[in-house]
């Protein structure tokens, strides 16, 4: 499975960008998609994850703000991110994550946040 992200950048606090996540390769229909993000010096924590059947599970500092979607026929997911905030500068990581395959990280993609 490899996995393309896109969709990083720098903006000011209270703005918005959108990343991109699409999966190609040997994927099975059942699976999780998902968005994790590490700040330097800190752990790589989960932002949002969301289900083949679009069950949805986020982080609860993105709840409200960050919206994650996905196309299953696409194989892709997209996060929407709103009202973004300094302490949201992260390099942000695609996941993919099948009970027949395994788990599968993209390239990061960073996003930078200004106050």
């Known amino acids: 499975v490899q996995l393309q992200a896109s969709g990083g950048g720098l903006v000011q606090a209270g703005g918005s960008l959108r990343l991109s996540c699409t999966a190609s390769?040997?994927?099975?229909?059942?699976?999780?998609m998902g968005w994790y993000r590490q700040a330097p010096g800190k752990s790589r924590d989960l932002v949002a994850t969301i289900t083949t059947g679009g069950y949805a599970n986020y982080a609860d500092s993105v709840k409200g703000r960050f919206t994650i979607s996905r196309d299953n026929a696409e194989n892709t997911i997209w996060l929407q991110m709103n009202n973004l905030k300094p302490e949201d500068t992260a390099v942000y990581y695609c996941?993919?994550?099948?009970?027949?395959?395994?788990?599968?990280w993209g390239q990061g993609t960073l996003v930078t946040v200004s106050s």
């Open positions: 390769g040997s994927i099975f229909s059942t699976n999780l």
């Open positions: 996941e993919f994550d099948s009970p027949r395959i395994g788990q599968y």
